[in-house]
Each structure stands twice: as C-alpha cells, then as structure tokens.
Nanobody, 120 residues
Framework: QLQASGGGLVQAGDSLRLSCAVSRRTVSTYVMGWFRQAPGEECECVAAVGWSGAGTYYADSVKARFTISTDNAKNTVYLQMNSLKPEDTGVYYC???????????????WGQGTQVTVSS
C-alpha cells in the first residue's frame, strides 16, 4: 500500500515536499515514481528512483527544480518541489514497479493522489 501526502495550495516560487509511505517493499516496488495528473492533460511521470538511489529519472519540465529521494529506514519516498510554477498544478500520485522502464509506462502499484495547487 502506498500512502501519499504533503500536497497543498502554494504560490508560484514556493516549495512543497510530498511523501509516499510504502507499507512493504517488495520486488514490485523496487523503483518508485511520482506522477502528475494535470487538468486536461495525460498523467506523466515527473520523477522516479530506485531504493538504492540508482537510476534516477526526471521529466524535462521539472529538472533542476524537483528532487526525488528515499528514506529506506522509513520506507518513504519524497518529492521535494522547489520554484513551483502554476503549470505544476495537478494531482500527484506515487507509484511503484520492479524496474524503471515499467514504472515510467505501467506501474504495478498506485497510491492515492495528493492535490498540489500553485497560484500565480
């Protein structure tokens, strides 16, 4: 089970940190990702990482602003979002899969979403 939290309403330029607590790490959650569902747009993976820290992925739209990280002791994945823009608005989901390529296309497990709204 994946439990996401940390969303909210912020102004452009602000920061937020999302958290995703993973109840049990298995082969199906070797790689974790954060997805964004913006209004009227397709759901996209904005960042992904393996629990070892290797194989990090960032969408071009968030590079240099977002940082994905893991706390293995807490089974938690974070998404630090800095310099937020109105176009970052959307529902953010955490998801997991056995390998990075699968997480980017068809994750095995999904958590519930957390709303992020960035006002201009």
């Amino acid at each position: 089970q994946l439990q996401a939290s940390g969303g909210g309403l912020v102004q452009a330029g602000d920061s937020l940190r999302l958290s995703c607590a993973v109840s049990r790490r298995t082969v199906s959650t070797y790689v974790m990702g954060w997805f964004r569902q913006a209004p009227g747009e397709e759901c996209e993976c904005v960042a992904a990482v393996g629990w070892s820290g290797a194989g990090t992925y960032y969408a071009d739209s968030v590079k240099a602003r977002f940082t994905i990280s893991t706390d293995n002791a807490k089974n938690t994945v974070y998404l630090q979002m800095n310099s937020l823009k109105p176009e970052d608005t959307g529902v953010y989901y955490c998801a997991g899969g056995p390998i990075l390529q699968m997480v980017l296309t068809t994750p095995t497990y999904w958590g519930q979403g957390t709303q992020v709204t960035v006002s201009s």
